[in-house]
């Protein structure tokens, strides 16, 4: 079972996702991150604390998150990136390619 869920703080769009991202979950990330991508969303923000599993599917969709946002100059960072899922960032080597933050408020402090 995973949950999405949008918020709004400043200019940023929080996506706040719980449970694990997989083959069967990842559609549903998909779909909120590429609805605002399509909305131009200036800041894109992925809150992955509460996520204690992702497979390549789930990467798969961050990097396309990632790719669509950076078609229009807009930003895309993640933070909160639970040891198993920043061990997959790390052996991929996404983690020298997304930006990743602790935390929101070392994101936040980002855009300064």
Same mark, same amino acid.
């Given at each position: 079972?995973?949950?999405?869920? @949008?918020?709004? &703080?400043?200019?940023?769009? !929080?996506?706040?996702?719980?449970?694990? $991202?997989?083959?069967?979950? +990842?559609?549903? *990330?998909?779909?909120?991150?590429?609805? @605002?991508?399509? &909305?131009?969303?200036?800041? !894109?923000?992925?809150?992955?604390?509460? $996520?204690?599993?992702?497979? +390549?599917?789930? *990467?798969?969709?961050?990097?396309?998150? @990632?790719?669509?946002?950076?078609?229009?100059?807009?930003?895309?960072?993640?933070?909160?990136?639970?040891?198993?899922?920043?061990?997959?960032?790390?052996?991929?080597?996404?983690?020298?390619?997304?930006?990743?933050?602790?935390?929101?408020?070392?994101?936040?402090?980002?855009?300064?």
């Amino acid at each position: 079972m995973i949950e999405v869920v @949008l918020r709004q &703080k400043h200019e940023a769009t !929080i996506v706040s996702i719980k449970g694990d $991202v997989d083959l069967y979950s +990842s559609p549903q *990330v998909r779909k909120a991150i590429i609805a @605002l991508t399509e &909305k131009k969303a200036p800041v !894109i923000m992925v809150d992955l604390h509460h $996520v204690g599993y992702m497979d +390549s599917s789930g *990467v798969a969709t961050l990097v396309e998150g @990632l790719q669509q946002a950076g078609k229009y100059k807009g930003k895309f960072k993640l933070f909160g990136l639970t040891p198993a899922v920043r061990e997959v960032f790390e052996l991929s080597r996404l983690d020298k390619v997304f930006e990743i933050y602790p935390n929101e408020d070392a994101a936040f402090g980002s855009l300064a």
